[in-house]
């Protein structure tokens, strides 16, 4: 019924961009908060960036400053535009939305991820 997929991650150098881009499909009710997670081998999943559906967000520190988070409502897209990229930034980067399916209902949505890897 819902389904999330990333784009736009690759190989770079550092110091280097990327932008990445997750789409919605399938039935998707209202989306309200999105966000970026990551994962790097050996390592938890953690918060990159999160934004609600009026457009406010949030990043972690590691990251404030360099990276970017957006939304296309209307489009149901999710971006992430990563600048002065570091090799530490190297991880699967996954797209999760949390959809209102009802007054009392909500549901959690992941991205299958994509690859970001960061030469030194």
């Known amino acids: 019924q819902v389904q999330l997929v990333e784009s736009g991650g690759g190989l770079v150098q550092a110091g280097g961009s990327l932008r990445l881009s997750c789409a919605a499909s399938?039935?998707?009710?209202?989306?309200?908060?999105m966000g970026w997670y990551r994962q790097a081998p050996g390592k938890q999943r953690e918060l990159v960036a999160a934004?609600?559906?009026?457009?406010?967000?949030n990043y972690a520190d590691s990251v404030k400053g360099r990276f970017t988070i957006s939304r296309d409502n209307a489009k149901k897209l999710l971006f992430l535009q990563m600048s002065s990229l570091k090799p530490e930034d190297t991880a699967v980067y996954y797209c999760?939305?949390?959809?209102?399916?009802?007054?009392?209902?909500?549901?959690?949505?992941w991205g299958q991820g994509t690859q970001v890897t960061v030469s030194s």
């Open positions: 999760h939305a949390r959809l209102v399916v009802s007054i009392e209902a909500r549901l959690d949505v």
């Open positions: 399938g039935r998707t009710f209202q989306i309200n908060d």
């Open positions: 934004i609600g559906s009026g457009g406010n967000s």
